[in-house]
């Protein structure tokens, strides 16, 4: 009966030994079932993170693109405004020459409009005086002309 018991407690022993690989079998199966589909999982998530990736490299080549694009505008724009600037300044430097000019101008007319004014003050003052002297004449003429219908009368009568 030793040898049966013995054999049976080796039977029992290996039995749960069995019993127990199985078990661990069947955990190692379920972990590893686990980790096929943390796998896929994890893979399924590095696809779309590589997706996300690469569309996220697309998205920032066309922001570099269009940061390269702004650049050049904004380059023209500087370059305008400089243009801008300088004619602005060149407006600005014939602006107060013409400015210049036209207080120039407005001093000679101020000039030339007290010249004009004397002169016809003057020439008033000559149309005035020719008046006087053709009325003084035409008194002459007219007193002339007496004196000779006088003197003619005078000689009619001394003929």
Same mark, same amino acid.
Not at 8 to 21: A, G, R, S, V
């Given at each position: 009966?030793?040898? $049966? #018991?013995?054999?049976? +407690?080796?039977? $029992? +022993? =290996? $039995? &749960?030994?069995?019993? !127990?690989?199985?078990?661990? +079998?069947?955990?190692?199966?379920?972990?590893?079932?686990? *980790?096929?589909? !943390?796998?896929?999982?994890?893979?399924?998530?590095?696809?779309?993170?590589?997706?996300?990736?690469?569309?996220?490299?697309?998205? %920032?080549?066309? *922001? =570099?693109? %269009?940061?390269? =694009?702004?650049?050049? $505008?904004? #380059?023209?724009?500087?370059?305008?405004?400089?243009?801008?600037? &300088?004619?602005?300044?060149?407006?600005?430097?014939?602006?107060?020459?013409?400015?210049?000019?036209?207080? !120039?101008?407005?001093? #000679?007319?101020? %000039?030339?409009?007290?010249?004009?004014?004397?002169?016809?003050?003057?020439?008033?003052? /000559?149309?005035? @005086?020719?008046?006087?002297?053709?009325?003084?004449?035409?008194?002459? /003429?007219?007193?002339?002309?007496?004196?000779?219908?006088?003197?003619?009368?005078?000689?009619? @009568?001394?003929?």
């Amino acid at each position: 009966m030793k040898g $049966t #018991k013995f054999v049976c +407690f080796i039977l $029992t +022993f =290996q $039995t &749960n030994k069995y019993e !127990d690989l199985l078990f661990q +079998f069947e955990r190692s199966e379920d972990s590893l079932k686990k *980790w096929k589909m !943390d796998a896929e999982i994890l893979a399924e998530k590095l696809k779309s993170s590589s997706e996300r990736n690469e569309s996220t490299d697309k998205e %920032k080549r066309k *922001w =570099q693109e %269009k940061a390269k =694009q702004l650049e050049e $505008t904004k #380059k023209q724009v500087e370059a305008d405004l400089t243009d801008a600037r &300088n004619d602005l300044g060149s407006l600005r430097r014939e602006t107060l020459e013409g400015e210049r000019i036209r207080t !120039d101008m407005e001093s #000679k007319l101020e %000039k030339l409009v007290a010249q004009a004014d004397g002169v016809e003050n003057r020439k008033n003052v /000559l149309e005035n @005086q020719l008046e006087s002297q053709r009325e003084e004449y035409l008194r002459e /003429l007219t007193l002339m002309g007496e004196r000779i219908d006088m003197l003619t009368e005078e000689l009619t @009568q001394n003929r």
